[in-house]
């Protein structure tokens, strides 16, 4: 069963095998099964999600009490070591869908727009998400995204639509985020 991981303030990423990892699916706390787990896509990346504490399950001392993970388990000797965690997510490339979402609080503000999925760690260190491979990856390397000329195929289609507010929120995210999907619009793919 992947374990939990968390982050610090400055972003470290860290495990913690007190916690077992659980996923969101809609409202509801779900352990995942083997078969929704996948090691972790080249491409990946891990993120901190901001201002949202990790839950997870003790499967060890209390049999499946769920928990969340507010502070640093591995500084807790006495109350002025307190140092506040935060959840952690991956984001998929492009090809990979996300079957559960991160378990985390829900802290009222809302997140940037990204495609957070939960994620954790296997005793042996392989990170997995959950997700599946819903298209092959060669389609999407980043190696035909971001090119020297995306500035000009924003143009492009922003004259060809002025005041189309769709294309500059899709302008926003080619350029701002480097998003994959929203490039697509640009490069006519």
């Not at 303030?9 to 706390?29: A, I, N, Q, S, V």
């Not at 969340?68 to 965690?85: A, Q």
């Not at 769709?166 to 994959?180: D, N, P, T, V």
Request: glycine content about 8%.
């Amino acid at each position: 069963m992947p374990k939990l991981l968390f982050a610090k303030e400055k972003g470290e990423w860290l495990d913690f095998f007190g916690l077992d990892m659980l996923g969101r699916l809609g409202d509801e706390l779900v352990i995942p099964e083997d078969n929704e787990l996948i090691p972790l896509p080249e491409g990946a990346t891990l993120t901190m999600v901001p201002g949202r504490v990790p839950i997870g399950v003790d499967m060890l001392n209390e049999k499946g009490r769920i928990c969340s993970l507010t502070y640093d388990p591995y500084k807790l000797k006495n109350k002025e070591d307190k140092e506040k965690v935060w959840a952690v997510a991956a984001l998929l490339p492009q090809g990979y869908t996300r079957t559960l979402l991160p378990a985390i609080t829900d802290m009222g503000e809302p997140l940037p727009l990204l495609g957070y999925t939960a994620v954790g760690i296997m005793e042996d260190g392989q990170l997995v998400a959950a997700a599946v491979q819903t298209d092959e990856h060669k389609h999407w390397h980043p190696k035909y995204y971001n090119t020297a000329d995306l500035n000009e195929h924003i143009a492009k289609v922003q004259e060809d639509f002025p005041n189309n507010s769709i294309i500059k929120q899709l302008a926003l995210c080619s350029l701002e985020y480097g998003c994959f999907t929203a490039q697509n619009m640009f490069y006519r793919r």
